[in-house]
Every structure is written in C-alpha cells, then in structure tokens.
C-alpha cells in the first residue's frame, strides 16, 4: 500500500471518530486536542514551546504550501504531539523552502493526520471543550486506541514547564549592554529574545528551576517571565521565585504563561478554559487607551475574572473582546505588568510590539531614579 493511501484514525476521548490518511511520520500519538485558526506561520506554530504535548488541528484548508525554512522556528525543535488537517501539502512555491512539509514532519516524527473536516472537527471542540485524543496511523482498531488514549494524563494540573525550559543558562545580546535583563525560561519563544535584544537588551536565559538568588547574582536591570506549556498552578517553584522577584521592585514583564504566573503570585487563581485561545485574530482592548489590537493568542488556561476583578493587588489593563476574558494586568505600587496574547508574534499581527518598548522604558525610568 502507498504511503499516499495509508489509512489513518482519529478518535476523541469523547468517543468521536475521524478517518483519514497518513501524513508526516507513520506511528501513533497522543495529547490534548485543540485548535488554531492562523492561514500563516505554520512552522512557528509547531515549534511553539507552548503547544508541547499538544495535538493541533490547523483551521485553514491548506497547510504546506510554501514549505518549511531553517529559520522560521521558535524553538530548535517541533513540539506539538500531531498535526490535524484537511490538506495537508507536499508540494510547496517559496524558492527559499528547505524542505517541505511531509519530510519536516518525517524528521521530526511527527505523526499527523490529513483528509479530515476540520472545520467540522473545530466546531466539535467549540462546544464540547479541549480534551484528549489519539491520531494512528499503525491501527484502525478502535478498541486498542481507546485503550491507549484512557492511559494519557489530563492536561488540567499537568506542569509541562521545565520539559521544554533550557537546562542550561545561555546569554543574548551586547554584554556591554546598559540594560541586562533575566530570562525565566518556562518555554520561551525565540522571537521574544529577538524583540529586547533588538531593543537594545542583553539577555540571561534561566531554566526553569533556577533560583531566584542565581538569577539576582547576574545584576539585571529587569526580569522576564517567559511563556510555556501545561497548567501554571502547580509551579510552585516559579510562583515562590516570581514573588521574590517582585519584592525586589525592578520592573518585570510576563508573557502567557508569565502571565498568569504573575497572577497567582498576587493570589488570583487560575483556571482551565473550555477549548483555549489559539491563533492570529484575537481582538483585545486596552483598557488604559482605549484602543483595539488585533492579537495572536496561544493558551488553554486563564486568569479568574471575578478574582481579578476584586483584587486590592492587581490592575486589569487588556481584555479580550470576544469573551472579556483578562488579557492584561498590572501589579498595584509595583513596576510589573503582563499580558496573555503574544505581541512578539510572528508572522504578525504585530499590533501589540509596543508592549516591549514599554517595558524598556520602564527599566529606563527605573535605573534613572
């Protein structure tokens, strides 16, 4: 049988049922299922930190068509579990491509699926919420999958963070910089590294389950807190870090997962949505401006909007204007702030860069006092 006719299944833990073929690696994969909407960036997407242990569904009907390029990667590695799609494409245009889509996904063995309804499939997850899956390509058989897919772990209290974090601390940027800045690595992207060390920042990098007194010796004039994987509740070791930080009142940028991190050290709890926010059209309001940008969105958790909202310690600064889910915070008498979308995001949009350059103004005004 060719390798273009090899059946392969998709099966929810709710019990749905989609066939299709092979595409990318012949094998067997499982995850939490969800979904983006993104016609661009799929390569950034893959190899996104915080789609680890994921399985995705890509929303627009044709994935591929300009292949893959070395540099087009937000990690040194894809990381999501499998692919979902309706045409997933081997054949690709873009001169620069060094490859295309299949043989990345080969490379990578990553297990995917082609040939289903995807939209369909969206409009299932829409009302029934995330949950798990399991895409094969080695057997059709229904019992044996569902025996398999029981075994997967939920993803609601699953700490994924230092899975995918640096194991060793590395360096960014001009060391003769005047702005040093601390990278908490709970799955950074490569392009947020990229947006301070273009703005004039030299960057540490930390894994994950550094130490707060480590990250201190290196003198920085400001702390990031990266995005990531999985549920932030259970990283007490980044929540007792993340307090300590903020007490050393410099100024402290969250991103994501940073984000809601920065919520639970000010005691706002998080929670798990109902199938997440993932992709490039999120439109959120700036409280603080009044204005609308237009957001990429990639995250299963959030922060308590009746919480937040009767907090002595926080600030709601961004909220989305689809559900009025909290998109932004600010931490009261202190210079910390947050955000849940990506404003590093590419391909685009790139309403929100601004959000970086506030936060270099803020380490600015801050050694000027």
Not at 14 to 28: L, R, V, Y
Not at 142 to 153: F, G, Q, R, S, Y
Not at 263 to 268: E, G, I, K, Q, W
Not at 344 to 366: M, Q, V, W
Request: net charge negative; with cysteine.
């Amino acid at each position: 049988m060719s390798e273009q006719s090899t059946p392969a299944v998709l099966l929810l833990a709710d019990g749905t049922i989609a066939h299709g073929f092979a595409f990318g690696a012949i094998g067997t994969t499982t995850g939490e299922i969800c979904f983006t909407t993104g016609m661009t960036g799929y390569q950034e997407v893959f190899t996104d930190p915080s789609f680890f242990g994921q399985v995705l569904i890509m929303n627009s009907a044709h994935i591929g068509n300009y292949g893959v390029k070395d540099d087009d990667v937000e990690s040194d590695s894809i990381k999501i579990n499998g692919l979902i799609g309706r045409n997933l494409e081997k054949d690709y245009s873009r001169k620069l491509a060094n490859d295309s889509l299949d043989e990345y996904l080969k490379k990578n063995n990553v297990v995917s699926i082609k040939g289903v309804d995807t939209r369909a499939l969206v409009a299932h997850i829409r009302t029934k919420g995330a949950m798990n899956c399991i895409i094969s390509s080695e057997t059709t058989d229904i019992n044996i999958l569902k025996e398999k897919l029981a075994a997967v772990p939920d993803m609601n209290g699953l700490e994924l963070a230092s899975k995918v974090s640096t194991k060793e601390s590395y360096e960014l940027g001009d060391s003769k910089a005047a702005i040093r800045i601390a990278v908490m690595d709970y799955g950074v992207k490569r392009n947020i590294l990229q947006c301070l060390a273009a703005r004039g920042a030299y960057l540490k990098v930390f894994p994950a389950k550094t130490s707060f007194e480590e990250v201190k010796a290196f003198n920085p004039d400001g702390y990031f807190i990266s995005n990531g994987p999985g549920d932030p509740a259970p990283m007490d070791y980044a929540i007792d870090t993340l307090k300590k930080i903020i007490n050393e009142h410099k100024p402290l940028f969250g991103i994501c997962l940073g984000h809601q991190l920065l919520a639970l050290a000010n005691d706002v709890p998080t929670f798990k949505m109902h199938h997440g926010h993932r992709g490039l059209n999120h439109p959120v309001k700036n409280i603080q401006t009044g204005r609308s940008e237009i957001t990429t969105q990639n995250h299963g958790f959030g922060i308590d909007p009746d919480a937040a909202a009767k907090s002595d310690k926080i600030e709601i600064t961004h909220v989305n204007l689809n559900d009025k889910s909290i998109e932004g915070i600010r931490i009261k008498g202190k210079p910390a702030f947050s955000v849940q979308y990506h404003p590093e995001a590419t391909p685009g949009p790139h309403d929100s860069r601004y959000l970086f350059d506030d936060f270099i103004n803020l380490i600015k005004a801050n050694q000027a006092n």
